[in-house]
């Protein structure tokens, strides 16, 4: 249990440091919980084979479902797509290794870890260098100049950063924003064009694709 709780406690600081909900306690909680079914079941089997033909797996079996759940609630699908899939999948990998402790492969399960990790930091990394940012001119034509402020703010939440802003008079109530804009790749620009034009300040969106 000991190893279990330093395996998921590593794992999820790096979790921690990426800003996410499920971080260094509930990894600790999901590779000491899942070693304890382990545990558990080997005992009882030890115990009780003689009396029934039970399977020491099932315990076990029942506790990566119930993950799944716990997984489902680290996934959040914001305006610039889904985030928190590589935090629940990494709820279930720690899982894994929290029973593959528990039925005494200790070998398996920090090679693993091994590779969980460099999975987390070190093709964190590459996956920069494949998804290298984009840049684009986002126009917002609007009819309420003040409106700018709640743009920005909805750019912030999405990480999409403005490096430029141009605004053009069209008419004494109508108003153009160019924004000069660089944002990864994977980011669906058009949940947020759908997302600003439920405002009723605004006319039009368009971006150069």
Not at 47 to 72: C, K, N, W
Not at 90 to 116: D, N
Request: hydrophobic share 45%; net charge neutral.
């Amino acid at each position: 249990m000991l190893l279990a709780l330093v395996i998921g406690g590593l794992t999820g600081l790096e979790r921690e440091k990426s800003h996410q909900f499920a971080g260094f306690r509930t990894h600790i909680l999901v590779a000491v919980g899942s070693c304890i079914t382990s545990v558990t079941s080997i005992a009882l089997f030890e115990e009780y084979s003689v009396y029934s033909t039970m399977d020491p797996g099932r315990i076990t079996a029942q506790v990566l479902s119930g993950i799944g759940f716990l997984g489902a609630g680290a996934i959040l699908k914001t305006s610039n797509g889904i985030r928190g899939l590589t935090t629940a999948a990494g709820i279930w990998a720690t899982a894994c290794i929290g029973i593959a402790i528990g039925y005494g492969y200790y070998t398996l399960s920090i090679s693993a870890w091994c590779f969980v990790m460099i999975t987390l930091y070190i093709l964190k990394n590459i996956d920069k260098i494949f998804f290298k940012k984009k840049q684009t001119m986002f126009d917002v034509t609007v009819n309420n100049i003040n409106i700018i402020s709640i743009i920005y703010s909805k750019f912030e939440r999405s990480h999409i950063m403005v490096k430029n802003i141009e605004v053009v008079s069209i008419d004494e109530h109508t108003w153009k924003l160019s924004f000069f804009i660089i944002y990864d790749r994977r980011i669906i620009i058009e949940e947020l064009i759908k997302e600003l034009n439920e405002s009723k300040c605004i006319i039009n969106v368009d971006y150069l694709h």
